[in-house]
Each structure stands twice: as structure tokens, then as C-alpha cells.
Nanobody
Framework: QVRLVESGGGLVQPGGSLRLSCAASGSTFSNYAMGWFRQAPGKAREFVGVIAWSDTVAFYANSAKGRFTISRDNAKKTAYLQMNTLKPEDTAVYYC????????????????WGQGTQVTVSS
């Protein structure tokens, strides 16, 4: 079983950029697809994107296409979410999660979750 810890959240102005990290430990990181989700106050958890076992293949929600990029470094056991041209509606707690299949958009398909990191987009 893998353990996940997110970091890199914070306050950023609209139009700015932020990179989140998801550090893994405890198991073979490269065996899992790594997904990113977000949840804003009063809203359901929302799928952002997922990257496969290889760094070359990823799938994104429509809201993330063109602005967000998921990558991974299996040697460092870390997944990343690069967020550009951020908007106030991107404000949420962001979570990374591990799955055994790809691509999965439903949160129920992920067996391990990080604690989340807060991203606030405001001027």
C-alpha cells in the first residue's frame, strides 16, 4: 500500500501559476496511475486529471485541458500538477490519489488518497 502526501498549495493571483507535488512512499510508485481531484466548499469532489504508469500518457477533465499538466517522476516517486492561468474558480483543496487502472474519473476507483493541499486564487 502506498502513502501519499501533497504539497505546494498556497495563495496565487488570477492568471498566476502553481505546481503541486504528490510524494509517494511505501510501495512501488510506478505500479499506480496517479489522479488529481479537487473539492471546493459546498461542492462535490471533482476529477481534474490522471496520469498513467508512464509519464507520456495523461487524461484531463475539460476544465483542465490547456491549462493544467500532470507529470510524474518515478525515480523520485513523485507526481505533479502544474497549474497555469489560474482562475478564482480553481480555488479548492487539491488531492492526489492512486489507482490500479487507467483512466479512471470516478473517485471510488482510487484506493489511496493524500491529505489534500489548499489552493486559493484571489487578488
Amino acid at each position: 500500500q502506498v502513502r501519499l502526501v501533497e504539497s505546494g498549495g498556497g495563495l496565487v493571483q488570477p492568471g498566476g501559476s502553481l505546481r503541486l507535488s504528490c510524494a509517494a512512499s511505501g510501495s512501488t510508485f510506478s505500479n499506480y496511475a496517479m489522479g488529481w481531484f479537487r473539492q471546493a466548499p459546498g461542492k462535490a469532489r471533482e476529477f481534474v486529471g490522471v496520469i498513467a504508469w508512464s509519464d507520456t500518457v495523461a487524461f484531463y477533465a475539460n476544465s483542465a485541458k490547456g491549462r493544467f499538466t500532470i507529470s510524474r517522476d518515478n525515480a523520485k516517486k513523485t507526481a505533479y500538477l502544474q497549474m497555469n492561468t489560474l482562475k478564482p474558480e480553481d480555488t479548492a483543496v487539491y488531492y492526489c490519489a492512486a489507482a490500479n487502472a487507467y483512466p479512471v474519473q470516478n473517485a471510488s476507483g482510487y484506493h489511496t488518497w493524500g491529505q489534500g493541499t489548499q489552493v486559493t486564487v484571489s487578488s
